[in-house]
């Protein structure tokens, strides 16, 4: 902490990073999913403090969400097999959509389709507000009944993102499965279709017993791990896609603070997401955002982008 | 309502009552002073990754004057367990208060028809019906009467208490719900609230749906955040296509709102 008159060299830093076009303010954004804009949130900090504001992926049509149990607890993470409720994108934009315009920061708008007539229409329709900035495609939830994620198949990932990216103007960013033989191939093929950005990591598909009641621990049976248990994995598949790809990785899995933050960014993202950390330290994304700075102002860096990709060497 | 905080917060006092229930007393100011009744806390004690995510508990009592609130806990698996064995003087991180506060309080007579850690769900509405001098009958259970759960707080607040026990070592022996029934019988209560048992939930459904009292359910559900985040609380609405959150929406639901297993 700066004292009176005692300049703290942490506030020359830019923090600032390119997504696609877009300048994000800072570096450090939620993980779609995992944190609402609210007046509960708005108490902790303002989300207008954030790199950039997301909201939890939307379809088309209103859905229910998978049965509980949704979650559950693993070492070092959590299962979720939440299945994606939502009341629909015409709530979503009536609602939601212009609270996070107002914020300030970019806002990334996530979607999912259950088919690709819906992935059009549902593109389409996010554009014609003029409220998003990027346009996220979820295709990597491992909860859907409507079979595997869309990204766990290159064919079908290529379908997807080619499709999305010639009928809107946004920049769109495809949200890669790491459930994949080679994630690199996927990113590749991602970034070939069309797509301006990559988010990766979506959660691994796994499953817990419940040995009181001797059944599977989830409603959906499976769900998707994620937390720090799944770093190391996540901070591989940014690695490997960074150097098979050019355009720029918003890095996540297991973001805990600015010392896993760092790791992704020097891993190869441009911007890192936290996502289940925002259940356990609400103020986990301020703590990432402040200890990045101090860390570049320690190390002598007077840019963030100067250590984007820097442990490549 | 008041926003909830997050913050360190400092163990004042804790007591293990009856034995595998621990009462700890927290010291954090303005959780102490906005909390109502049917408000909980998420709380951790830990920097380990397991256990990792903060569990949910009832507010028992807030003094707003001294800035201590307590909990009572059950001691169940790992996270408990940990929380049990914090000495004095230690830092936890608490949210709070979090759910929806009981606001209506116009019933002419409340039952509390509660087991277990159950008990130390309504502590606090009890005190509230007290100082409002509201008569506010108890109907507390467990298989035992070694295992009666936060007595002597019911005790102090109830118009009068009545103990069920499943062997007979105390009270009536049988079923807690069939003392409810008699008290509505007797015309004594409109309101019963209910936590800690599912038979006892599907019980005041049914008083509620047959127009006998108005009937309310503290719910639970494995909880990620208590704040809307996660949307892993999920319990679903009756006649409805969809779920409430029980962090957001309850934790304290109308009985016919929601359906119970
Ligand atoms: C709103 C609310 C209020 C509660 N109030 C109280 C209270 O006042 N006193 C009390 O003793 N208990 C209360 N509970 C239940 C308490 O939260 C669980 O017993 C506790 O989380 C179990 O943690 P553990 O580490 O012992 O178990 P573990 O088995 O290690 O827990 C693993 C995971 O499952 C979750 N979980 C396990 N059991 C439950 C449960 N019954 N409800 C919700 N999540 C669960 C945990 O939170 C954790 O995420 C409340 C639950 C809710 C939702
Ligand atoms: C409870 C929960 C809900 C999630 N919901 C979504 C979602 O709606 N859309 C999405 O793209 N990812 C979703 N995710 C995945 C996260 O955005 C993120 O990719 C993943 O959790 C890894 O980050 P973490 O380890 O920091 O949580 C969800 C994750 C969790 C834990």
Redesign the pocket.
Same mark, same amino acid.
């Given at each position: 902490m700066a004292g009176a008159g005692i300049e703290d060299p942490g506030q020359q830093v830019d923090l600032s990073v390119d997504i696609a076009g877009v300048r994000f303010p800072n570096p450090v954004m939620p +993980?779609?999913?995992?944190y609402e804009v609210d007046e509960i949130h708005d108490n902790f900090f303002s989300p207008s403090e954030l790199g950039a504001v997301i909201n939890?992926?939307i379809f088309l049509h209103p859905r229910p969400g998978n049965p509980p149990p949704r979650?559950w607890e693993t070492p070092c993470g959590?299962l /979720?097999a %939440?299945g %994606?409720p939502c009341d629909g994108a015409e709530a979503f934009i009536r609602d939601r959509l212009p609270i996070l315009r107002r914020l300030g920061p970019p806002v990334v708008v996530?979607i999912a389709g259950e088919t690709m007539d819906e992935w059009i229409e549902l593109s389409e329709l996010i554009e014609s507000t003029g409220m998003a900035d990027l346009l996220e495609l /979820?295709l990597?939830?491992p909860n859907l009944s409507e079979g595997i994620p869309w990204s766990t198949e290159e064919k079908t990932l290529e379908r997807v993102v080619s499709t999305v990216v010639g009928r809107v103007k946004l920049p769109v960013v495809a949200?890669l499965s790491p459930v994949v033989t080679d994630i690199a191939d996927m990113a590749r093929t991602a970034e070939a279709s069309g797509a301006a950005a990559l988010s990766m %990591? /979506?959660?691994y598909k796994g499953m817990a017993i419940d040995i009181k009641k001797k059944r599977p621990a989830l409603g959906n049976i499976t769900g998707?791990l994620?937390?720090p248990a %799944?770093r190391p994995l +996540?901070v591989w598949a940014v690695y490997s896609a960074y150097e098979t790809v050019k355009i720029p990785i918003i890095g996540?899995?297991?973001?805990d603070g600015p010392t896993a933050a760092i790791e992704f960014l020097l891993a190869g993202a441009s911007a890192v +997401?936290?996502?289940?950390?925002n259940f356990i330290d609400p103020f986990a994304m301020k703590r990432t955002i402040e200890g990045i700075r101090t860390y570049l102002a320690e190390e002598g860096y007077s840019s963030v982008r100067e250590i984007i990709g820097l442990g490549h060497g | 309502m008041a926003a909830p905080v997050y913050r360190k917060a400092i163990l004042v006092s804790r007591k293990e009552s009856p034995k595998g229930y621990m009462h700890l007393v927290i010291r954090e100011e303005q959780i102490a002073q906005t909390a109502g009744p049917g408000q909980f806390v998420m709380v951790r004690g830990w920097h380990t990754g397991d256990p990792i995510l903060p569990r949910p508990f009832d507010i028992v009592l807030a003094d707003p004057l001294k800035g201590i609130f307590r909990l009572c806990i059950k001691v169940e698996g790992k996270g408990t367990r940990f929380l049990s064995t914090l000495k004095k003087g230690s830092g936890l991180y608490v949210t709070g208060p979090l759910g929806k506060s009981i606001t209506e309080f116009d019933s002419a007579g409340t039952a509390l028809l509660v087991r277990g850690a159950g008990a130390a769900a309504v502590v606090f509405l009890a005190e509230t019906l007290a100082k409002l001098k509201k008569p506010v009958y108890t109907v507390l259970s467990a298989s035992t009467k070694s295992r009666l759960v936060c007595r002597s707080l019911l005790e102090q607040f109830s118009t009068d208490v009545f103990i069920a026990t499943d062997d007979g070592t105390e009270g009536y022996s049988g079923n807690g719900t069939d003392l409810l029934d008699k008290l509505i019988e007797e015309g004594k209560v409109d309101t019963v609230y209910t936590c800690g048992a599912h038979r006892f939930a599907r019980h005041v459904k049914a008083l509620d749906l047959a127009g006998k009292v108005r009937g309310y359910l503290f719910l639970e559900g494995n909880m990620?955040c208590g704040m809307g985040d996660?949307?892993?609380c999920a319990v679903k609405k009756e006649g409805k296509d969809g779920y409430a959150l029980v962090c957001m929406d309850g934790p304290v639901f109308r009985s016919r709102d929601v359906v119970v297993e």
């Open positions: +993980a779609s999913g995992t939890k992926t979650i959590m /979720n %939440i %994606i996530s /979820n990597s939830c949200k %990591i /979506n959660t998707g994620s937390g %799944i +996540a996540m899995g297991g973001v +997401a936290v996502g289940m950390y | 990620g996660c949307h892993g």
